[in-house]
């Protein structure tokens, strides 16, 4: 190291914002390992990722860690008539239901804020005893965020059909 370099204060600042940026990733990277080492996949997770969907597109996946657990998954696609024939899991039975009413959920809603419609089409089984309940969403401001305006806009003309999947276990 010559003496310029010795007395330069840039020279010296470099390596402490290397350490810190280092100091940074490393605390995000332990703050993310403790987020995925503290959710737990539930056994309705597991079976909702073993289901498919021909020809739509999944839009959202969450769980549900409430008195009754669920998992449920969002997708969107092109109109169909028989959704038994496109949803699909290993050890899965999926059946109709008969044709009913769209109904809007039963919430209180604050002023400005859209109820959701919905229309229970099918239910699916496996032999253990989980069960999934699928219902073609007619207003669903949920996912909204996560759609593009095409597919607002289809839902609403019924150009696009929205599906939601709930995947129950047990009590749920």
Not at 45 to 50: E, Q
Not at 73 to 87: E, K, L
Not at 115 to 123: K, Q
């Amino acid at each position: 190291m010559d003496a310029h370099t010795a007395d330069n204060p840039a020279s010296r600042r470099v390596p402490k914002a290397a350490i810190w940026a280092v100091g940074v990733v490393a605390v995000l990277c332990g703050i993310w390992g403790i987020k995925v080492w503290f959710t737990p996949e539930t056994e309705e997770s597991t079976y909702l990722d073993r289901v498919t969907v021909a020809h739509f597109e999944k839009i959202a996946q969450e769980g549900s860690m409430s008195a009754l657990p669920s998992a449920r998954a969002f997708y969107v696609g092109p109109p169909v008539d028989d959704v038994s024939q496109i949803i699909s899991a290993p050890g899965l039975s999926v059946a109709l239901l008969p044709p009913s009413s769209p109904s809007p959920s039963q919430v209180d809603l604050l002023p400005g804020q859209r109820n959701y419609v919905s229309v229970p089409i099918a239910t699916g089984r496996w032999s253990n005893g989980c069960a999934l309940s699928i219902s073609r969403e007619i207003d669903t401001p949920y996912y909204e965020d996560k759609m593009t305006m095409a597919q607002i806009a289809g839902i609403k003309d019924g150009s696009v059909y929205a599906l939601l999947i709930v995947a129950t276990c047990g009590k749920g």
